[in-house]
């Protein structure tokens, strides 16, 4: 959306693209160019020293600038960081001013993104290649260590597996799920997760990058399981992060183990539920009773 005003001197039409661009200059009586390149040129004349001081790249620097060799006096630093202190920008006015005249539909970049931009200013074809070379800068930035979640385990809920309580024990797949009731409360076994930070290992994925890696649960302070289907199992990510759980293991003297389970019926599940032993997140507890209407 473009903001018109008239030119004070000459009466013609001047579009800016923000409204407080438009108010700024309305305030100040600010003329076209046209109008105030003719002041200047009636003001300073159109000759030799004009155009080599201010018309010429560089004219702010070195010699050139009106500035230089001088300094300010301790009165004028002093009201300039007075002024500073009080400045309008610091305000909880004008931060909510600002806020409301550049959201929503009066940003700039409403509805628009850099690869609209893009296109507009240098074609489809540019703007491919640059949103191409944006994207692996964005990969590079947020692989391996630069991940901010690097070294951390995943929040609970995150995924895209059943995740839930069974008897206050979190499980991520009803994999997982299956792996509790199956075996180890079949087995009376013991067992706590594995997602603490002196079972963390490292290991490199097939690009290259460093990551860390936790296995599901530790049975009888002797077994790091992994609950996986078998049709996984062969994976490069998989693969790569056996071998160093592997490695890792050896050196603390437990037993990997990668395993695969059948899951329970969905009627198991469903008296499971009824039976308030499980429940899920949020998520698919609203899922779970779309499904079961």
Same mark, same amino acid.
């Given at each position: 959306?473009?903001?018109?005003?008239?030119c004070?001197?000459?009466?013609?039409?001047?579009?800016? *693209?923000?409204?407080?661009?438009?108010? /700024? $200059?309305?305030?100040?009586?600010t003329?076209?160019?046209?109008? =105030?390149?003719?002041?200047?040129?009636?003001?300073?004349g159109?000759?030799?020293?004009?155009?080599? &001081?201010?018309?010429?790249?560089?004219?702010?620097?070195?010699?050139?600038? $009106?500035f230089?060799?001088?300094?300010?006096s301790?009165?004028? +630093?002093?009201?300039?960081?007075?002024? &500073?202190?009080?400045?309008?920008?610091?305000?909880? /006015?004008? *931060?909510?001013?600002?806020?409301?005249?550049s959201?929503?539909?009066?940003? #700039?970049?409403?509805?628009?993104?850099?690869y609209?931009? %893009?296109?507009?200013?240098?074609?489809?074809?540019? /703007?491919?290649?640059?949103?191409?070379?944006?994207?692996?800068? @964005?990969?590079?930035?947020?692989?391996?260590?630069n991940? #901010?979640?690097?070294?951390?385990? =995943?929040?609970?809920?995150?995924?895209?597996? %059943?995740?839930? %309580?069974?008897?206050?024990?979190?499980?991520? =797949?009803?994999?997982? +799920?299956?792996?509790?009731?199956?075996?180890?409360?079949k087995?009376?076994?013991?067992?706590?997760t $594995?997602?603490?930070?002196? !079972?963390?290992?490292s290991?490199?994925?097939?690009?290259?990058d460093? &990551?860390?890696?936790?296995a599901?649960?530790?049975?009888?302070?002797?077994?790091?399981?992994?609950v996986?289907?078998?049709?996984?199992k062969s994976?490069?990510?998989?693969?790569?992060?056996?071998?160093?759980?592997r *490695?890792?293991?050896?050196? @603390?003297? +437990?037993?990997?183990?990668?395993?695969?389970?059948?899951? !329970?019926?969905k /009627?198991?599940?469903?008296?499971?539920?009824?039976?308030?032993?499980?429940?899920?997140?949020?998520?698919?507890e609203?899922l779970? $009773?779309?499904?079961?209407?």
């Amino acid at each position: 959306m473009r903001h018109k005003r008239e030119c004070p001197v000459c009466k013609k039409e001047i579009y800016h *693209k923000s409204k407080y661009n438009r108010n /700024a $200059a309305l305030k100040k009586k600010t003329p076209c160019r046209s109008c =105030s390149s003719i002041a200047k040129n009636k003001k300073y004349g159109n000759n030799k020293h004009f155009v080599e &001081r201010y018309a010429t790249k560089g004219n702010n620097t070195g010699k050139d600038n $009106a500035f230089y060799g001088k300094k300010h006096s301790k009165e004028v +630093l002093a009201r300039i960081q007075e002024n &500073r202190d009080i400045s309008i920008w610091k305000t909880d /006015a004008f *931060k909510d001013t600002m806020s409301k005249v550049s959201s929503g539909k009066n940003n #700039p970049m409403y509805g628009r993104t850099y690869y609209d931009i %893009w296109v507009e200013k240098y074609g489809k074809e540019e /703007a491919d290649k640059r949103l191409a070379e944006l994207k692996n800068r @964005q990969s590079i930035n947020s692989s391996g260590k630069n991940n #901010p979640m690097y070294g951390k385990p =995943s929040p609970q809920g995150s995924g895209n597996g %059943w995740s839930g %309580w069974y008897k206050g024990w979190f499980f991520r =797949s009803l994999k997982e +799920l299956s792996y509790m009731i199956n075996v180890i409360e079949k087995n009376n076994s013991q067992w706590r997760t $594995a997602e603490t930070k002196d !079972l963390r290992m490292s290991y490199i994925d097939y690009k290259g990058d460093n &990551r860390t890696y936790t296995a599901d649960f530790l049975v009888d302070e002797k077994e790091l399981v992994e609950v996986k289907p078998e049709k996984l199992k062969s994976s490069v990510t998989v693969r790569a992060k056996a071998k160093a759980a592997r *490695k890792f293991c050896k050196k @603390q003297g +437990l037993i990997y183990k990668i395993v695969d389970v059948i899951k !329970l019926t969905k /009627a198991e599940i469903k008296e499971l539920h009824d039976k308030q032993l499980i429940k899920f997140t949020k998520r698919y507890e609203a899922l779970y $009773a779309n499904l079961h209407r």
